[in-house]
C-alpha cells in the first residue's frame, strides 16, 4: 500500500493549466467493427514526436487511455507492454499523463450488461495501478475510470451505434457503468489511497423551443438535469447501494463542445458563434459555475474542439471563457484541447475531422501538419493565463 502523498483533493496535481488529449477510443462503432484511434491517427508511431510538439506550446499534461481491448487479452490476463512505453516515453519527455482506464471500449467477450463486467473491470483498474506504481513510484496519479458514461451508455443502450447495440436500455448500461465505475475506484485506493478521480462528462444545455409552454420547458429541464445522475451516482446521492462516496467526486471533468446544446423538441443545435448570441444559448463560464455551485469541486475542460475552419475562434471564446472563470476565483485547474493531433470519425475512417492542432491529411504517412492559426491560439491563451499569474 502507498501513503496517502495527495491528502487535500483541493490542491491542483496538473503539471500544466494548458493540456492537450490524444483519441484512444477502441470500441466497436455502428457496424460492429473494432476501431483503435491510438494507431489509426498513428500516435503510436509518433509518440515521442507527438511529446515534443506539446512543448512548443508549454503543454505538460495529457490525457490518454490504456485502450482496454490491447490490453486485456484474456480474462484477468495483461498485457502491459504499450502502457510502459508510454510511461517510460512521457517520463523522458516530461509529461504527464492523465489515465483513462475506458475510454470508449471493451474487450470482445463483454458488454456492461455481463454479470461479470464490474468485477473484470476493477481488476484491471487494481493491475493498472500496480503496474503503473511499479514504474513510477512517487508523484501523482490522476484516473478517469470510465469517459463518459453518460454519452456512452446511450450510444450503446439507446441508439444501437456500440455494444451492446441495445434500444430502450440506456439507463440498466449506465447503471452497470457506474456500478464497474466505482468497484474500480475501491480497488485502487486498496492500492495507492493517493489516486486521484477525475470524472469526464459532457456539459450539455437542454432547452425548449416553446418557452411560454409550462409543459414543454419542464420537459426540458428534466432531460438537462439527466446529465448530473452519473455524479450524483458517484456521489452516493442517488443510488447508494453501489456504494458511492462524495469523496470519489474528486476533480470534475467537463467535455464541451459546439454542439452541446439544443431544442428538447426536435434536438436541432443551438448556434454558439451568433452575434448577438442566442438567447437561449448558455456560454461556456455559465454552465461551469452551475456544476460548482452543485457540487463546489474543482473542475477542468477535459475535452474540446472544434472541426475545421472555426477551430481557432472556438479555441479563442473557450480562452475568454476561461480566463473569466480564473478571474472570477472559481477554481479551474486546467483546459484540455482534445484531439491534440487530428483523428477520423469512428463510422468512416476516411473521413478526417481535422478539429486537431496538427492536422493529417495523408492517411498513409499519418504525417503531422500544423494548424498555424489554432497554434498561435493556443500560445496567446497561454500568454494571457501568464498574465493574470496562473501557475502552469
Request: hydrophobic share 35%; aromatic share 14%.
Amino acid at each position: 500500500m502507498f501513503s496517502n502523498e495527495f491528502n487535500d483533493s483541493n490542491i491542483n496535481p496538473f503539471s500544466s493549466f494548458l493540456m492537450g488529449g490524444y483519441e484512444c477510443a477502441d470500441h466497436q462503432n455502428a457496424f460492429g467493427e473494432r476501431v483503435d484511434l491510438y494507431k489509426t491517427s498513428g500516435h503510436d508511431i509518433y509518440l515521442e514526436e507527438d511529446y515534443d510538439h506539446l512543448h512548443q506550446l508549454g503543454i505538460k499534461t495529457v490525457r490518454e487511455g490504456i485502450r482496454w481491448n490491447a490490453v486485456e487479452t484474456k480474462p484477468y490476463h495483461y498485457d502491459w507492454s504499450e502502457v510502459e512505453r508510454l510511461i517510460e516515453i512521457s517520463k523522458n519527455k516530461n509529461i504527464q499523463i492523465v489515465w483513462d482506464i475506458c475510454h470508449f471500449g471493451y474487450p470482445d467477450d463483454l458488454t456492461p450488461l455481463h454479470p461479470m463486467f464490474a468485477r473484470r473491470f476493477s481488476h484491471l483498474c487494481r493491475e493498472f495501478v500496480i503496474r503503473y506504481r511499479s514504474l513510477v513510484p512517487d508523484g501523482s496519479l490522476i484516473i478517469t475510470p470510465i469517459n463518459e458514461v453518460s454519452f456512452i451508455s446511450w450510444l450503446g443502450g439507446d441508439v444501437r451505434g456500440t455494444s451492446p447495440y441495445c434500444t430502450g436500455q440506456g439507463w440498466e448500461v449506465k447503471y452497470n457503468l457506474m456500478k464497474a465505475y466505482i468497484e474500480g475506484i475501491e480497488m485502487m485506493k486498496i492500492v495507492d489511497p493517493s489516486v486521484r478521480i477525475m470524472i469526464t462528462e459532457p456539459l450539455i444545455s437542454i432547452v425548449s423551443n416553446k418557452p411560454g409552454d409550462e409543459f414543454s420547458v419542464l420537459a426540458a429541464e428534466e432531460k438537462h438535469f439527466e446529465q448530473f445522475q452519473v455524479h450524483d451516482i458517484l456521489s452516493g446521492r442517488m443510488c447508494p447501494e453501489l456504494g458511492g462516496k462524495p469523496e470519489y467526486l474528486d476533480i470534475i471533468g467537463v467535455n464541451f463542445y459546439y454542439n452541446n446544446q439544443w431544442f428538447n423538441e426536435n434536438n436541432e443545435f443551438l448556434p454558439w458563434a451568433e452575434e448577438p448570441p442566442h438567447p437561449q444559448y448558455r456560454p461556456l463560464h455559465d454552465l461551469l459555475e452551475s456544476v460548482f455551485i452543485r457540487y463546489g469541486r474543482p473542475l477542468v475542460i477535459s475535452e474540446t474542439s472544434h472541426p475545421g475552419e472555426d477551430r481557432a475562434k472556438w479555441i479563442r471564446s473557450v480562452t475568454k471563457e476561461s480566463l473569466y472563470l480564473l478571474q472570477k476565483g472559481i477554481p479551474l485547474f486546467g483546459c484540455c484541447f482534445y484531439p491534440v493531433v487530428d483523428r477520423p470519425d469512428w463510422d468512416d475512417l476516411s473521413d478526417w475531422h481535422h478539429s486537431g492542432i496538427w492536422d493529417i491529411f495523408d492517411g498513409v504517412s499519418l504525417k503531422r501538419v500544423v494548424d498555424h492559426d489554432s497554434f498561435e491560439a493556443i500560445k496567446s491563451f497561454k500568454t494571457q493565463l501568464n498574465s493574470i499569474s496562473v501557475s502552469i
